[in-house]
Every structure is written in C-alpha cells, then in structure tokens.
C-alpha cells in the first residue's frame, strides 16, 4: 500500500511541472495580446491642454515625433492640397486601441485653431470652402492614440503654414486658376 501513498503525490507534481510553465511568460498571462503596444507608459502626460481641452503628453525631445507640412493651392478648383513629412512617427490605421505608443497617432489638420480633419495618412485634399477670402493658418497638428497631443518642451508637436485665398483669376484659355499662394510650415 505504500507505494499508492507515493504514487499520488508524485503524479501532483509532474502535472504541476508540465502544466506550470505553459502559462508563464506568455503575453496572456500578462494582460497583453500580443499586438506589439508596449504597456509602459508614454511620455508624461501634462496639465496643458489644446483648443478641445486634449492634455499633452510631453515626450524627451531626443527620438520625439516631428511634422512639416506643405500646402499648394489646386489648379482644378478652389481647393488646397496638403503634404505632410513625418518623422519618427507612424500613422495609426483605423481602429488602433486608444492607448499612447511612442510615435504613432493621428495627426489633425487645423484652419485657423479649427478641426477639419483627422488624418491617418500624409496628404489631404483641402475644400475651398473651408478656406474663405484672406490669410488663414493652417496647422498639423500630431495626437497619440488616445486623444493626448504629443508634446515637446511644453509645446504641442506641430507645424503650420500660412496661406492666402483670394478669389479665383481667369487664365487666357478661360480656365480658372485659384488666386492664392501656396507656403510650407513652420514649427
């Protein structure tokens, strides 16, 4: 009978050694899914907040997320055509989970401190109407995931460009060219 005592305890073990390790280290276990977000969080998070109250996260300027943007009026309409340059970022794809990752967001494009789109790649092709008669600011502007807007120094992570709409002009073979200068940002 006294190897039957021996018997059950020994057996408790090696299932316990097998079925131990299984869970332990995986990224399951650890509340990750395995989608490459680092749990750590990013940056500081700030009092400071933008027009929309969105806090910004401050970010070392070393490795920090940048922006350029450049606007060109359209010669098909009255519209504008914007570029942005990029660096040490990535554009979220839609529905990324809504948790800061270092240099990746969504970058908001802004007329005169006004939302008019959230962007997700690096060109936009700006409405005329959104850019009335005179000199308007036009502003990239680069947000985590999460809505905080990535902050250096205390300064938004941004750049803008001025431009100047004016009415359209006719051009000799009776086209319309908009009558308006183009311009790249400045941080």
């Given at each position: 009978?006294?190897?039957?005592?021996?018997?059950?305890?020994?057996?408790?073990v090696c299932a316990l050694l097998l079925a131990g390790p299984a869970g332990?280290?995986?990224?399951?276990?650890?509340?990750?899914?395995?989608?490459?977000?680092?749990?750590?969080?990013?940056?500081?998070?700030?009092?400071?907040?933008?027009?929309?109250?969105?806090?910004?996260?401050?970010?070392?300027?070393?490795?920090?997320?940048?922006?350029?943007?450049?606007?060109?009026?359209?010669?098909?309409?009255?519209?504008?055509?914007?570029?942005?340059?990029?660096?040490?970022?990535?554009?979220?794809?839609?529905?990324?989970?809504p948790v800061a990752v270092a240099g990746r967001g969504t970058v908001r494009?802004?007329?005169?401190?006004?939302?008019?789109?959230?962007?997700?790649?690096?060109?936009?092709?700006?409405?005329?109407?959104?850019?009335?008669?005179?000199?308007?600011?036009?502003?990239?502007?680069?947000?985590?995931?999460?809505?905080?807007?990535?902050?250096?120094?205390?300064?938004?992570?941004?750049?803008?460009?001025?431009?100047?709409?004016?009415?359209?002009?006719?051009?000799?073979?009776?086209?319309?060219?908009?009558?308006?200068?183009?311009?790249?940002?400045?941080?």
């Amino acid at each position: 009978m006294s190897w039957s005592r021996a018997l059950l305890p020994a057996l408790a073990v090696c299932a316990l050694l097998l079925a131990g390790p299984a869970g332990c280290g995986s990224a399951d276990a650890h509340g990750h899914k395995g989608d490459g977000v680092s749990p750590s969080p990013v940056g500081k998070v700030l009092d400071e907040t933008d027009e929309q109250g969105r806090h910004y996260r401050e970010v070392g300027k070393k490795g920090a997320p940048g922006v350029g943007i450049e606007v060109e009026p359209d010669a098909a309409d009255d519209s504008w055509d914007v570029t942005l340059t990029v660096h040490d970022f990535r554009f979220s794809p839609a529905g990324a989970k809504p948790v800061a990752v270092a240099g990746r967001g969504t970058v908001r494009l802004l007329v005169d401190g006004r939302t008019v789109a959230r962007l997700r790649v690096p060109e936009y092709h700006l409405a005329g109407a959104l850019v009335p008669h005179g000199t308007h600011h036009v502003t990239a502007r680069l947000y985590a995931d999460d809505g905080t807007v990535w902050a250096v120094h205390g300064k938004p992570v941004e750049s803008t460009a001025d431009i100047t709409a004016s009415s359209a002009q006719a051009t000799p073979d009776g086209g319309k060219v908009p009558g308006s200068t183009s311009a790249q940002g400045t941080k």
